[in-house]
């Protein structure tokens, strides 16, 4: 069966450090994998998209990049954290060409 | 671009039956997924339409209508364990298939 691994889950960095955050997925080949951010109490933004290594689609201009350097894995990374960039990110995935898509557990992040 | 609207908040009662809507503007479509998130969790799938129609799984049923942009969740025989936010999502058939967009999320209310 699939699985999706998603850490931390919580993650306390002062402003202007950096940011890296790590999501695999097993038991499936070619994913489409996804990162979402959530503020509380809203919606799930989407930030970037992935369909295959190396192939990055950005959502939102901000101080965060991603990057696939494997088939089943997912960075999200930022050099510099503001305090805009706290909030509940998520990484998903699913099998291209269909419509259902499976979260991580999620990492809370405060930026002090 | 993509927009989807649906209710901020719903109350039903335990034991009884709620629907929560959604209605969706993209410039192209392939389907609706509805998913189910519980305070502090991850977002969790539940359904997918592409075709026109009711799709049932267990207590929860899902429903499409493209001519008119519509779908929505119901849920039978409600459970104190259903109260959580609902989401749906689409898939956009022009900017890529393979991005996933999420409406802002109903919260839903369950009382005993």
């Known amino acids: 069966s699939q699985t999706i691994h998603q850490w931390p889950a919580t993650l306390v960095q002062p402003v202007g450090s950096p940011l890296s955050l790590e999501c695999t997925v097993e038991g499936t080949s070619n994913p489409n994998l996804y990162w979402y951010r959530q503020a509380a109490g809203r919606g799930l933004q989407l930030l970037f998209y992935s369909v295959g290594i190396g192939q990055i689609s950005s959502e939102v201009p901000q101080n965060l990049s991603a990057s696939r350097p494997q088939d089943r894995q997912f960075i999200l990374s930022s050099k510099k954290l503001l305090l805009s960039d706290s909030g509940f990110y998520l990484c998903a995935w699913s099998v291209p060409g269909t419509g259902s898509q499976y979260f991580g557990a999620g990492t809370r992040l405060s930026v002090l | 671009g993509q927009s989807l609207e649906q209710p901020s908040e719903v109350t039903a009662v335990e034991g009884a039956i709620v629907q929560i809507n959604c209605t969706y503007q993209t410039s192209g479509f392939y389907g609706l997924s509805w998913y189910q998130q519980h305070d502090g969790g991850a977002p969790t799938f539940l359904s997918y339409?592409?075709?026109?129609g009711l799709e049932e799984t267990g207590r929860f049923s899902s429903f499409l209508s493209r001519s008119d942009s519509y779908g929505y969740l119901l849920l039978q025989e409600l459970q104190m364990k259903d109260s959580a936010s609902y989401f749906c999502a689409v898939r956009d058939r022009y900017s890529s298939a393979s991005k996933i967009i999420f409406g802002s999320g109903t919260r839903l209310s369950i009382r005993p």
């Open positions: 339409n592409a075709l026109d």
